[in-house]
């Protein structure tokens, strides 16, 4: 049981993790329970809410290289906002692997997508085989949503439904039905793969 | 021959488009940095090849010029 | 306005925060990291009735922006380092003229281009001494998205209520960086019109230093000159004149410090004290959370520094540090007034290059002066 | 008709020379807008730095004298802010041919709302006679000794080219014509250009031999020529980017265009 | 034909987009350099900011990638220092035609012997696609999401009305042209400028409806048209101040002149 | 060559050094009370073979000079409070890429355009800070004509053999003054050129933390970037990289500050001690020949500080008092420092506006201390 | 009559040089301020003082215009 | 008997107080026996030579107002660079008397040029008719060498072969003539006058 969970998608450029990763804070932010705002007391309201914090890495200029997402929920305030070795770690390119492979803890939960990431780390990790599960959706856009459901269903740190309802804030309507699809199967995936993270408010 | 060097090419299609003999074609494989490598499928019908075949220069050239990437070079060129 | 929860970026947030001020023009310049807050505007402004232009340069946008307040827009830009570099001209015409104005500064890691993606706290005595000449400024340095906001508006507030460019020192982590906030309801300060009719009366001399504001198109009349001016505005080479105006301008920050100053302490009653601002005085809060013996002075107002309040709090302390994302800017404050205050141990943890200092590497600087 | 309907008369004398050409600007354009009929207390005046950017101070009306090069930046914002002001902005050749070129081809471009006077006198007065962007090739300043190796820009023709929607030149040798093209421009939309070329006998004209003020108006009329004139020579405006061909400057109603004014554009 | 005679390779692939015009203009410029037999080594590359910005750094030769705008600034220092050094600049839209606008202007005024290639992608790219001093009107960007209030700027023909020796322009849906004109321009003396029209996929193509590098190559060249061809249907240059009478980007060679360059002036 | 005797005004005295220092690349745009160094070089410079040029502002001067300098050159550019805000953004470039040259800012009366023609000393902070990013930065303060014609040389040799841009701070009062002075035969620091061939190994890793300069055109094929970069030159987006680069750039001149830093101490055992640079200092100078209890202590180096001989100077003082022609910059390091020396009474004489403060005033600030 | 206001006139001639009816002399008594203040010698001739003797409008105006000082009145305007 | 001497002319833009002010530091400065610069060990030769510290104001922008230039002269190292209450006061303007008639004391040496100021100080003065002397020479430009001239007369702080030298240096070569005339007509002029001030070198 952690109070806090530190969750880390990585890949290139395009494979919308950003999105992902505002997708699952959002969620996690605003359509869990209670929430709370931090530092400040009138408005802190401790009572089962979680705090949130959710950052991404840019490079300059150059589009289609790597790309980092990262995701931090607690049911302390939050302070430190980065995240050192990540309690989930999602792969999603060779480079990725390359760079964020190795810096995990044993409790790690390494997810890897096959069809983009060559390498494998040498401890546990669980395959989950978002592009091409997207691509047989019919879009690989959605690979993002695949491990987010993947993500979801091992650690249950937020109810599939708060992801729908930022999913609903955050996408173009018309790609929504696909989103919960990709999602849903995602989830499937997930919780076929047998590991899990227990949170203290999943 | 033209090649396209895998490491560079970023699978953009231009020089499908430019090529006015359709030498090049879409490709269908994923580089590994990501991209669809176009395929070099009619070279004999490129006008520089033939140029060279009968020991001209180069009069074409509009894929090597077009190339964003530096990817494509003919083999055959200062033989 | 009603309150909102909302999960924003940090440039968002000052976004909202600007219209919740009031803000009505904003002019701006794309640059990392601050190109989200151009970029949401040019979505938000107008929905409020309020105009967005994209300036050709960090010039020309502040001077728009200066321009704008003329006019009567409450107003505001954004820019980061290299930009924030360019302004620095019109910043002080902004000072000596006593315009109400907001900048905001997203640091990145520099010096010149340096790493425009990544954070830094290297532009904090620029806010302050960036212009040429004496002068003085006010900066506000927010550590989370609800600083964020809440700042803005406390931005536009103390410039529309002193007259006065305030700078507002968020970086390349907070401007990316989403939270869950509030847009509270806070109360906003309005400019003071000036007294229909021509500008005749003395400036500056009513209001502790401050004047109403003349704003034009409405028969005042003024000339605003950032030539050295008399109190009715007329440029004058007067020595005397100057050392009137300058001790107005610099004494109606300086000398309301108690009004302007926003800080936090924290276990004021530790051994040993941390000073931060911005991103590391989360990392501080990390210890001061869990060890008694580590206090947290964080001035949210860095420009004037809080020393009065910090001399309190450092009184008595074993040792202080200073935790910066940069050379050591406010160490230097720190260190003459924590001495003057009897400290002895005062010590920089500095972090240069775009990193965020972790509350581990603060233990090793506590540690390395405790270990001295 | 009084002299001091829209000057600060406690603020006379002014600061500048005997034979300034500012003063004669100054005289034209409060004439003009007189004749125009605008309303002092809604009409604002902007300035950047040097002798004529110090006119906006001589207006009793509201003005913002600025920073070196940056009044139509400034200017905008105002605009922008209280968009039924009318805003006037003074310039000078340095102010807004040289350090604020960028700004003078941008509100162009933008055709942004503003009435721009650029009193043109070929140096930097202000700073005791420099070379500009608008010194003539081979003429002295203090700062060409052995005579300007640089051609000028035709202000007009920039600001035409990119996009200003009203253009005029004249001379102080033009008073009447200046006040009819101020007139005529302050009756129009979007960015309205008028360069004055003027004397500034205490350095340009001294440095080239026309040291009294009268000189330097009399080398002023005889080196413009009109652009109708021009067309009759034969000549295309595009011969006097650098002065050499016809070795005169173009005056006249350069450009005279009805695009979308930035207000329009943006209240579509 | 080697495709790294004059990149480094080492720095490969380059960090630019699929499809990004940038690239084709590398290709084009290195064609056109080797053509003229130039030295790397007496030859040094400068440039601002943004994605054009970066090609100095891929020149395997002595290359100044400077601040945002101020390319032919510096550029102009290093000419004076070492005049015998060819010195190239490369810039983009918003380096030389936004910020830089004046350092621009005056470089063309001056006639400073430099070569400059300006990559117009009609935006900026490396921040993120906002609306830059020769977006079209009424194209969205980040910062248009209404469609652009603005008119663009003619580079070429404000290069032109300043004092540019040499000007010409084409896109990169006309490689052959650029190489071409590059290699004329290497050849001259005074400020030789290069406009090439170069996609911007990712963000000026994504946001109006030609998303792919085809699409926007093909955009293009149906939005251009030669400058003889213009004569032929009667229009002149002129009219394409704001693209709206033709619709279209004028190409070819737009000045070809031989005014006496700055270093030929300081050295008389 | 050759000493000489002349009577020269700072402007022209400047001018002088620069030439005897190498100086033959000058690019300027006019401004208050530096127009005399454009003017001046504009007249001698090609005399020597050295090209002038007036550009279009200040940014695109001190571009040029940078520009120059890599083409070869000793370049150096002069400006007043207004043209170095311009100068900010491209003086951090200078710093980041290691390009020797030097900036001249003849202060005059701020903020804003201010009084142009009144000297004052409000950019000393400016010249530390006033662009963005953590950096470090030299900078020289003459008192005299003499002193304009000395530093500048010192300026140049400072800035070939750290490879970094140093700044003459004269003023207003300086730039026109004239006295007799003896252009010295010093000796003068040149360009160490860079080793044939390609730029291949580490820079910046010789002469503790300075390489030789790979001059343009000589074939050394170098990537010059204000981006953060590697060793051998390349842009990198590595925090290591960039903690690495500002470590050595702010050590190489932070180290060397027993090497850098000018000062001179008059009546070292008096009790109190004056701290004064420029002008001030020659009217404290005034007191000391008159008075035994009253010492100096006037850095010529103002940037970096010179903070051990100051704490040196300052140890067992009764008082220390600092005579500024701001609202106090150099006060804030002499605070710091002097209350570390053990010192307790440490006190500021501010004179506002664009006057000298007269050896009186001095005594009066004394008295008040003393009276206190 | 034109009057001209000793306290602003600063002696340029302009308006000697420019009047076509050479209705001002370059005067002989140096101001307070230093300058040479020009004589109204020949107001008869003045163009705009017979126009207004006629009852019309000014037409000419080309000394009020140029003078740089605003130091040049027709007290007879308006009346 | 004074060590130093502070003398102030003042009077409007274009009288060439400038100039003459830069004759005299320059005169003083290099051509009186030994020279001394000031501040430099190596170069101190205090023998016998003069310190020298020539000053002036500007006004921004106007031309022909108000003009001021300042000479402090001494055996001793010169500091404080500024004149408080001169010993030599030059007025040539009314403006100049305005503003600088009262800056006096007991001891000062107040020249008018009575042509050009219509005040009189309340303590001693002498008129020195420089403008209309300059006239009768041939061109009111020299009036400031005729003030010179009278100046060096009552202070005998440099000899006019020094001011020649000085002239030499500084003045086209065609107007040396007619300057040189009007110096020794003002220093007849001024001998004239009676008063004088007796420096220590003089
Ligand atoms: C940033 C900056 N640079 C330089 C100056 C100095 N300066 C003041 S006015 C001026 C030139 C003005 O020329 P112009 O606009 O032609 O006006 P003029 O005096 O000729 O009427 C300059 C360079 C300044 N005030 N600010
Ligand atoms: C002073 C300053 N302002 C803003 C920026 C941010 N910036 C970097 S590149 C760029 C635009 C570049 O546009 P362009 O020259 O057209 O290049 P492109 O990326 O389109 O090739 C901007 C605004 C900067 N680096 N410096
Ligand atoms: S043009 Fe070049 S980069 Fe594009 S697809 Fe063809 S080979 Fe690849
Ligand atoms: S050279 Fe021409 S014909 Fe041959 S492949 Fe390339 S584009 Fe096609
Ligand atoms: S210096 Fe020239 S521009 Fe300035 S006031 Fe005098 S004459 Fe006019
Ligand atoms: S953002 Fe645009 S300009 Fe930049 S590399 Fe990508 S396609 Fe090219
Ligand atoms: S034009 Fe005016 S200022 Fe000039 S002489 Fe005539 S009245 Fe006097
Ligand atoms: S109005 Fe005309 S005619 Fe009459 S005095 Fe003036 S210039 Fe001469
Ligand atoms: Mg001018
Ligand atoms: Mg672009």
């Not at chain 2, 940095?33 to 004999?44: E, K």
């Not at chain 4, 009318?86 to 807004?96: I, K, M, Q, R």
Request: glycine share 10%; charged share 25%; hydrophobic share 35%.
């Amino acid at each position: 049981m952690v109070d806090t969970i530190e969750i880390r998608l990585s890949g290139f450029g395009g494979q919308g993790l950003i999105m992902a990763s505002v997708v699952l804070a959002r969620a996690a932010s605003m359509y869990e329970s209670k929430h709370v705002v931090q530092k400040d007391d009138k408005y802190k309201r401790e009572e089962s809410g979680l705090y949130v914090v959710q950052t991404q890495t840019y490079g300059s200029g150059v589009r289609g290289g790597a790309s980092r997402a990262e995701v931090k929920i607690s049911k302390k305030s939050i302070n430190y906002p980065e995240i050192t070795t990540p309690d989930v770690l999602v792969l999603m390119s060779e480079e990725a692997f390359q760079k964020y492979g190795s810096e995990t803890k044993p409790s790690t939960l390494v997810l890897i997508d096959p069809d983009t990431v060559a390498g494998r780390p040498e401890g546990d990790y669980c395959e989950i085989p978002a592009t091409v599960t997207a691509n047989e959706l019919g879009n690989k856009i959605v690979a993002n949503m695949v491990m987010l459901g993947a993500v979801t269903a091992m650690t249950k740190v937020v109810h599939p439904d708060s992801l729908k309802s930022a999913m609903k804030d955050l996408l173009p309507s018309e790609t929504l039905e696909l989103n919960f699809k990709a999602l849903e199967e995602g989830y499937d995936l997930g919780k076929s793969c047998g590991f899990e993270i227990k949170t203290d408010w999943g | 021959m033209k090649i396209i060097n895998k490491d560079y090419c970023k699978g953009c299609q231009i020089c499908v488009e430019v090529c006015p003999k359709k030498v090049y074609s879409e490709g269908t494989e994923i580089s590994d940095m990501g991209y669809l490598v176009p395929l070099v499928t009619n070279y004999d019908k490129c006008i520089d090849h033939n140029q060279i075949k009968k020991g001209k220069k180069p009069i074409c050239e509009l894929c090597i010029l077009s190339c964003p990437d530096q990817a494509i070079i003919d083999d055959s060129y200062g033989d | 306005m009603p309150e909102e929860e909302v999960f924003l970026q940090g440039n968002e947030a000052v976004v909202e925060g600007a219209l919740r001020a009031g803000c009505r023009f904003y002019a701006g310049y794309p640059i990392c990291p601050s190109t989200g807050i151009l970029e949401t505007m040019v979505m938000r402004l107008p929905e409020v009735g309020g105009t967005v232009i994209q300036m050709e340069d960090e010039i020309s946008s502040i001077a728009a922006v200066i321009g704008a307040a003329w006019g009567g827009a409450k107003a505001m830009t954004a820019t980061s380092g290299p930009g924030f570099s360019l302004m620095q001209e019109n910043l002080g015409y902004a000072v000596i003229t006593e315009t109400p104005c907001v900048i905001v500064d997203a640091q990145r890691s520099g010096p010149s281009t340096g790493q425009p993606t990544l954070p830094s706290h290297g532009d904090i005595m620029q806010a302050r001494w960036g212009t040429h000449g004496s002068h003085s400024i006010i900066a506000l340095a927010p550590s989370n998205v609800q600083e964020c906001y809440d700042l803005t508006i406390e931005a536009f507030n103390l410039s529309e209520k002193y007259r006065t460019p305030v700078v507002l020192l968020s970086d390349g982590e907070l401007a990316h960086m989403r939270e869950r906030i509030v847009l509270k309801d806070l109360p906003i300060v309005n400019r003071e019109e000036f007294p229909k009719g021509p500008v005749t009366f003395p400036l500056g001399e009513e209001l502790g230093g401050v004047s109403p504001f003349p704003t034009f198109g409405r028969g005042h009349r003024t000339h605003v000159t950032g030539l050295t001016h008399t109190i009715v505005g007329y440029p004058s080479e007067s020595i005397e004149v100057q050392t009137k105006l300058l001790t107005r301008l610099i004494g109606k920050i300086s000398d309301n410090r108690k009004d302007i100053c926003k800080y936090e302490v924290h276990n004021p009653k530790a051994e040993h004290l941390i000073v931060a601002y911005g991103i590391p005085a989360r990392s501080a809060m990390e210890l001061v959370t869990e060890r008694a013996d580590i206090g947290l002075f964080q001035p949210l107002t860095i420009w004037p520094f809080p020393s009065k309040a910090f001399r309190r709090a450092a009184e008595g302390k074993k040792s202080v540090l200073v935790v910066e994302m940069n050379e050591g800017h406010i160490f230097r404050e720190v260190e003459r007034h924590a001495c003057r205050a009897g400290v002895e141990e005062i010590e920089l943890c500095s972090k240069l290059g775009g990193g965020i200092p972790a509350p581990e590497e603060m233990l090793d600087c506590i540690s390395a002066m405790e270990g001295e | 008709m009084e002299n001091f309907q829209i000057y600060r008369e406690d603020r006379w004398p002014h600061m500048f020379c005997p034979g300034c050409g500012i003063g004669t600007v100054m005289s034209c354009f409060q004439r003009a807008f007189l004749n125009k009929g605008l309303d002092l207390d809604r009409t604002a005046f902007v300035s950047g730095i040097g002798c004529s950017s110090r006119l906006a101070g001589y207006v009793y009306a509201d003005s913002l004298h600025t920073t070196h090069g940056r009044a139509l930046a400034f200017a905008t914002g105002l605009k922008l802010a209280q968009k039924d002001l009318e805003v006037v902005v003074f310039t000078g050749d340095g102010d807004l041919g040289s350090i604020g070129g960028n700004h003078f081809i941008q509100a162009c471009r933008r055709n942004m709302d503003l009435f721009v006077v650029c009193v043109n006198n070929n140096n930097y007065g202000m700073t005791g006679g420099q070379v500009s962007s608008t010194t003539w090739h081979d003429y002295l300043t203090t700062t060409t000794p052995k005579g300007n190796p640089e051609y000028p820009f035709d202000l007009s023709r920039v600001a035409a080219t990119s996009g200003a929607n009203y253009v005029a030149r004249y001379t102080t040798a033009h008073p009447k014509q200046l006040v009819r093209v101020i007139e005529e421009g302050l009756g129009k939309k979007g960015l309205r250009f008028i360069e004055a070329w003027a004397a500034c006998p205490t350095y340009y004209g001294r440095y080239n031999k026309m040291a009294s003020p009268v000189e330097h108006t009399r080398w002023l009329k005889e080196n413009s020529i009109h652009i109708e004139q021009m067309k009759v020579d034969g000549k295309t405006a595009e011969d006097d980017i650098d002065l050499q061909v016809t070795g005169k400057v173009t005056i006249g109603v350069l450009r005279d265009a009805d695009r979308m004014s930035y207000l329009e554009a943006i209240q579509r």
